[in-house]
């Protein structure tokens, strides 16, 4: 079946229809919309179409933890929040890390996913930093890239070997830089973590890691990708790097552009993250780096929880929010702050994500693309409370808020997804 | 105000929990520690016995190791004609599985008035304080590196006793600041009370960085730190400080940091010696200090049975006195 959306105001930073006012979709692709003829149409009423987002950080849980959220739940809870495809992390329980694990992975998104899944899978067997992964075999099954996640390497030279043997293959590697030695800590060792007495995480912990990592992805000349930066420093190192000639990129997460330290002074567990949030001049450099194309992602970091895993003490509680939800009212947020103009935080949620996960066809609106689209209105606001949330983890800082902007409808693959 | 701080006050500025000494207005610390002085005989002891808690049942809540704190706690709540449980949770339900949550609940279907926290975990008696039913009062006995207000309310009072109004006072605190909650709180204590000179006294890797936020001034050597100090605050030193690479030796730490005779003569000359206790001598401190007649720790002792009556009173009376 064919549509016309009309009335709309195309925004699609980087492709020729950017600011255009109608589009067709056919065969689940973007079409000319003169080509139609009986096509269904759509009245946009002055929304913005915009290209579905893509989040290359998201944790689905599933396999093994589903109490905390499955494919179904997450994905559902995706579109909610203006996106149409995720790439999965591999910390499930057990990780993936074999070909039978990834085609699970697609098999449940196929069978019961709200949007597309891209999985990724561990560099080393089992997570544990050892040994090599059978890294084709996994891309073969359908991965996007190989990740350690969370999960050190045992040592550097185990993880030269993997970036070198990646490279060989010409396969991507997501990073999450740390030291091993400053690892741990729940709050940034500053001010507030100081004055809570909470244990603290030093921002050595990740500048040490990714000055160590860069020299790897450098000898070894991996295609690589810096996931989850947090400080200025780590910002200054990866656009020197870049400068450099060094074929990297880097995300950073939707909460550290939102929330500094600050953000944890009433002990609010939903704040306890992987990554802590630090200080204020951190935050602000992390903007700055997503505007000067320093950082070419942004990501969820999505991490649903179920309510007893929060329900502790701050220090005692498992880390990370769920927040997919809201991902494209929070990029509204931000741009009505004033801090990060909307066109450049889509980009870094479409066109650059489909680039890094080498989907070259999804993020932009345009003739012959994928039809994954998502009708928006900015005028409008989205409520967020428990009783109407989709996601499975109750773990998020927006119940009780309202976001500027309301997704009006999806497309992915031309299918209509009602809001 | 801000932070979990607001926990603990009524709309009204009433104390209803005590769960740290930040933000504490000068007025409530005051009334407090005048509270706590009506606890204490002529000679300075506290009182045997008053009926102001009876029919009331105190929990004291220990996660974490104490036999001090906790006997000091026990004391005062028989003093005030309460009933007192005590419960060692490391050897109960917290090793069974339970979580602090359902524990929580469950104290609280056995009628409890008011619960003493202790906990490993930095805003452990936030979280309960957060959760509990109205009309039980919280009271934090120490939580991680976070704060023990008692404590500081306990070194305010044996301060204001010997030196008189802290708005006119030099204190030096002295050692491993970092992973102290006594520090923590005595800091923000004496800001409440106006303190205008408050000293920071330690190597690198003992002293927070991020002191200079809350007016503390940081010495590495303590000979300048010392200088016209009227308040001389020692604190213990742990010894794991030293498997974890943070300090060569005890020894050497006295040989920098211990509080001797000598170094003490660059205080003012009636300052006096404070120690949460328990001491170490020949690391923290020199016999002949802790034995000496500047040393008033175990005044600190006394003083802590009186305090915690005046704040299990106060906050009781402010937890029900409105409701029944």
Same mark, same amino acid.
């Given at each position: 079946?064919?549509?016309?959306?009309?009335?709309?105001q195309?925004?699609?930073?980087?492709?020729?229809?950017?600011g255009?006012?109608?589009?067709?979709?056919?065969?689940?692709?973007?079409?000319?919309?003169?080509?139609?003829?009986?096509?269904?149409?759509?009245?946009?009423?002055?929304?913005?179409?915009?290209p579905?987002?893509?989040?290359?950080?998201v944790?689905?849980r599933?396999?093994?933890?589903?109490?905390?959220?499955?494919?179904?739940?997450?994905?559902?809870?995706?579109? %909610?929040g @203006? $996106?149409t495809?995720?790439?999965?992390t591999? !910390? =499930?329980?057990?990780? #993936? +890390?074999?070909?039978?694990?990834?085609?699970l992975v697609l098999?449940?998104?196929?069978?019961?996913?709200?949007?597309?899944?891209?999985p990724?899978?561990m560099?080393t067997?089992?997570?544990?930093?050892n040994?090599?992964?059978?890294?084709?075999?996994?891309?073969?099954?359908?991965?996007?890239?190989?990740?350690q996640?969370n999960r050190?390497?045992?040592?550097?030279?185990i993880?030269?070997?993997?970036?070198?043997?990646?490279?060989s293959?010409?396969?991507?590697?997501?990073?999450?830089?740390?030291?091993?030695?400053?690892a741990?800590?729940c709050?940034?060792?500053?001010q507030?973590?100081?004055?809570?007495g909470?244990?603290?995480?030093s921002p050595l912990?990740?500048?040490l890691?990714?000055?160590?990592d860069?020299?790897?992805v450098? %000898?070894? @000349? $991996?295609?690589?990708?810096?996931?989850?930066? !947090? =400080?200025?420093?780590? #910002? +200054?190192?990866i656009?020197?790097?870049?400068?450099?000639?060094?074929?990297?990129?880097?995300d950073?997460?939707?909460s550290?552009?939102?929330y500094?330290?600050?953000?944890?002074?009433?002990?609010?567990?939903?704040?306890?993250l992987e990554?802590?949030?630090?200080t204020?001049?951190?935050r602000?450099?992390?903007?700055?780096?997503?505007?000067?194309?320093?950082?070419?992602l942004?990501v969820?970091?999505?991490s649903?929880?179920?309510?007893g895993?929060?329900?502790?003490p701050?220090?005692?509680?498992?880390?990370?929010?769920s927040?997919?939800?809201g991902?494209?009212?929070?990029?509204?947020?931000?741009?009505?702050?004033?801090?990060?103009?909307?066109?450049?935080?889509?980009?870094?949620?479409?066109?650059?994500?489909?680039q890094?996960?080498?989907?070259?066809e999804?993020g932009?609106?345009q003739y012959g693309?994928?039809?994954?689209? #998502?009708?928006?209105?900015?005028?409008?606001s989205t409520?967020?409370n428990?009783?109407?949330?989709?996601?499975?983890?109750t773990n998020s800082?927006?119940f009780?808020?309202?976001?500027p902007g309301?997704?009006?409808g999806s497309?992915?693959h031309g299918?209509h997804i009602?809001? | 105000?801000?932070?979990?701080?607001?926990?603990?006050?009524?709309?009204?500025?009433r104390?209803?929990?005590?769960?740290t000494?930040e933000?504490l207005?000068?007025?409530?610390i005051t009334e407090l520690?005048?509270?706590?002085?009506?606890?204490?005989s002529?000679?300075?002891?506290?009182?045997?016995?008053?009926?102001?808690l009876?029919?009331?049942?105190?929990?004291?809540l220990f996660?974490?190791?104490?036999?001090?704190?906790?006997?000091t706690?026990?004391?005062?709540a028989?003093?005030?004609?309460?009933?007192?449980?005590?419960?060692?949770?490391?050897?109960?339900?917290?090793?069974?599985?339970?979580?602090?949550?359902?524990t929580?609940?469950?104290?609280e279907?056995?009628?409890?008035?008011?619960?003493?926290v202790?906990h490993?975990?930095?805003?452990?008696?936030?979280?309960?304080a957060?959760?509990?039913?109205?009309n039980?009062?919280?009271?934090?006995?120490?939580?991680?590196?976070?704060?023990?207000?008692?404590?500081?309310l306990?070194?305010?009072?044996t301060i204001?006793?010997?030196?008189g109004?802290?708005?006119?006072?030099?204190?030096?605190?002295?050692?491993?600041?970092?992973h102290?909650?006594?520090?923590?709180?005595?800091i923000?204590?004496?800001r409440?009370?106006?303190?205008?000179?408050i000293?920071a006294?330690?190597?690198?890797?003992l002293l927070?960085?991020d002191?200079?936020?809350?007016?503390?001034r940081?010495?590495h050597?303590i000979?300048?730190?010392?200088?016209d100090?009227?308040?001389?605050?020692?604190?213990r030193?742990?010894?794991?400080?030293?498997?974890?690479?943070?300090l060569?030796?005890?020894?050497?730490?006295?040989?920098l940091?211990?509080?001797?005779e000598?170094?003490?003569r660059?205080?003012?000359?009636?300052?006096?010696?404070?120690?949460?206790?328990?001491?170490?001598?020949?690391?923290?401190i020199?016999n002949?200090v802790?034995d000496?007649?500047?040393a008033?720790?175990?005044?600190?002792?006394?003083?802590?049975?009186?305090?915690?009556?005046?704040?299990?009173?106060?906050?009781?009376?402010?937890?029900?006195?409105?409701?029944?």
């Amino acid at each position: 079946m064919s549509v016309i959306i009309q009335n709309i105001q195309i925004i699609s930073p980087g492709s020729p229809l950017h600011g255009t006012t109608e589009i067709g979709i056919n065969n689940g692709e973007f079409v000319n919309p003169t080509t139609l003829a009986d096509a269904t149409e759509i009245n946009g009423n002055s929304a913005w179409l915009v290209p579905g987002l893509i989040d290359c950080r998201v944790n689905l849980r599933e396999p093994g933890l589903e109490h905390k959220g499955t494919i179904a739940s997450e994905t559902r809870a995706a579109v %909610a929040g @203006g $996106v149409t495809s995720v790439v999965a992390t591999p !910390t =499930t329980d057990p990780v #993936v +890390d074999s070909p039978a694990d990834v085609r699970l992975v697609l098999e449940r998104a196929k069978a019961s996913g709200h949007c597309r899944v891209f999985p990724t899978a561990m560099l080393t067997q089992g997570g544990s930093g050892n040994h090599l992964s059978e890294m084709a075999a996994l891309v073969d099954a359908g991965c996007v890239a190989l990740a350690q996640g969370n999960r050190p390497f045992n040592s550097r030279k185990i993880e030269f070997n993997a970036l070198k043997y990646a490279q060989s293959l010409g396969i991507r590697v997501i990073l999450d830089s740390e030291s091993r030695d400053f690892a741990g800590g729940c709050a940034h060792a500053g001010q507030i973590g100081t004055g809570l007495g909470l244990s603290l995480n030093s921002p050595l912990s990740e500048t040490l890691g990714l000055g160590a990592d860069l020299e790897l992805v450098e %000898a070894t @000349g $991996v295609s690589a990708h810096f996931s989850r930066i !947090t =400080t200025k420093t780590s #910002v +200054d190192r990866i656009r020197e790097a870049k400068a450099k000639g060094l074929q990297i990129t880097c995300d950073v997460t939707l909460s550290h552009l939102l929330y500094s330290e600050q953000a944890i002074v009433n002990l609010d567990p939903n704040f306890h993250l992987e990554r802590p949030l630090r200080t204020e001049d951190d935050r602000l450099a992390l903007i700055a780096g997503v505007v000067d194309g320093t950082i070419d992602l942004i990501v969820s970091d999505h991490s649903p929880h179920e309510t007893g895993a929060k329900l502790a003490p701050f220090p005692e509680t498992e880390k990370g929010m769920s927040l997919i939800e809201g991902v494209i009212q929070l990029l509204l947020t931000l741009d009505q702050r004033g801090e990060l103009s909307f066109e450049q935080s889509l980009a870094a949620m479409t066109s650059n994500a489909a680039q890094v996960i080498n989907q070259k066809e999804l993020g932009a609106v345009q003739y012959g693309n994928p039809a994954d689209c #998502v009708l928006l209105d900015p005028n409008g606001s989205t409520t967020y409370n428990q009783e109407q949330w989709l996601s499975a983890g109750t773990n998020s800082p927006l119940f009780g808020q309202t976001l500027p902007g309301r997704v009006m409808g999806s497309w992915i693959h031309g299918q209509h997804i009602a809001p | 105000m801000h932070g979990p701080a607001a926990l603990q006050l009524t709309p009204d500025g009433r104390l209803k929990h005590l769960l740290t000494t930040e933000g504490l207005p000068k007025s409530l610390i005051t009334e407090l520690l005048d509270t706590a002085e009506t606890f204490l005989s002529s000679q300075g002891q506290p009182v045997k016995k008053v009926p102001l808690l009876r029919g009331k049942t105190v929990v004291n809540l220990f996660f974490e190791n104490s036999t001090r704190t906790r006997t000091t706690f026990d004391i005062a709540a028989h003093r005030l004609s309460a009933d007192v449980v005590t419960l060692d949770i490391r050897t109960s339900s917290a090793s069974k599985g339970e979580t602090l949550f359902d524990t929580l609940k469950n104290l609280e279907a056995m009628q409890a008035d008011l619960f003493v926290v202790r906990h490993s975990a930095g805003g452990a008696p936030f979280f309960i304080a957060d959760r509990v039913t109205p009309n039980i009062a919280v009271i934090n006995a120490g939580d991680g590196t976070h704060a023990h207000p008692t404590q500081a309310l306990l070194d305010l009072m044996t301060i204001r006793k010997h030196k008189g109004d802290p708005a006119n006072l030099s204190v030096a605190i002295v050692g491993d600041l970092k992973h102290s909650r006594v520090a923590r709180s005595l800091i923000h204590g004496l800001r409440g009370m106006g303190c205008p000179d408050i000293r920071a006294i330690g190597p690198g890797t003992l002293l927070p960085s991020d002191l200079g936020h809350l007016g503390v001034r940081t010495f590495h050597a303590i000979e300048d730190g010392l200088k016209d100090v009227d308040v001389v605050v020692l604190l213990r030193l742990q010894k794991e400080r030293m498997s974890s690479a943070l300090l060569p030796s005890e020894r050497e730490f006295f040989n920098l940091y211990g509080m001797t005779e000598s170094r003490l003569r660059l205080a003012k000359d009636n300052a006096i010696v404070m120690h949460p206790g328990p001491i170490n001598r020949g690391v923290e401190i020199a016999n002949e200090v802790a034995d000496g007649p500047q040393a008033v720790i175990l005044d600190q002792v006394t003083n802590g049975i009186a305090i915690r009556m005046a704040v299990m009173a106060m906050t009781l009376s402010t937890q029900q006195g409105s409701h029944s």
